[in-house]
């Protein structure tokens, strides 16, 4: 079995900071791919940061320069720095990641339970 388990979130203020952080547990092979989403009341699931295995880094264009994504391959852990949190950021934040698991035969798409990031005054 494999699992993404997220914790970081909170309330925080606009032009707050908050910090993301997921970890891959299990029987896993390899990890190719790591990121984070977030969904909106309303709202479809959208990319907010990737980072491949050799980390190459992708953002949209509204969180480029706030958002800063890391991955500690050692601990199968990804992270999400945010800074200058704006309202519109408000949001669930899911970790997800493409997993080779041991004895499989091919990457999944595994996603974490979520994390409520609240930017309120």
């Known amino acids: 079995q494999v699992q993404l388990v997220e914790s970081g979130g909170g309330l925080v203020q606009p032009g707050g900071s908050l910090r993301l952080s997921c970890a891959a547990s299990?029987?896993?092979?390899?990890?190719?791919?790591m990121g984070w989403y977030r969904q909106a009341p309303g709202k479809q699931r959208e990319l907010v940061a990737a980072?491949?295995?050799?980390?190459?880094?992708d953002y949209p264009d509204s969180v480029k320069g706030r958002f800063t994504i890391s991955r500690d391959n050692a601990k199968n852990a990804v992270y999400l720095q945010m800074h200058s949190l704006k309202p519109e950021d408000t949001a669930v934040y899911y970790c997800?990641?493409?997993?080779?698991?041991?004895?499989?035969?091919?990457?999944?798409?595994?996603w974490g339970q979520g994390a409520q990031v609240t930017v309120s005054s």
């Open positions: 997800n990641a493409f997993i080779f698991p041991l004895g499989g035969s091919r990457f999944s798409s595994y």
């Open positions: 299990g029987s896993i092979f390899s990890i190719n791919t």
């Open positions: 980072i491949t295995a050799g980390g190459n880094i």
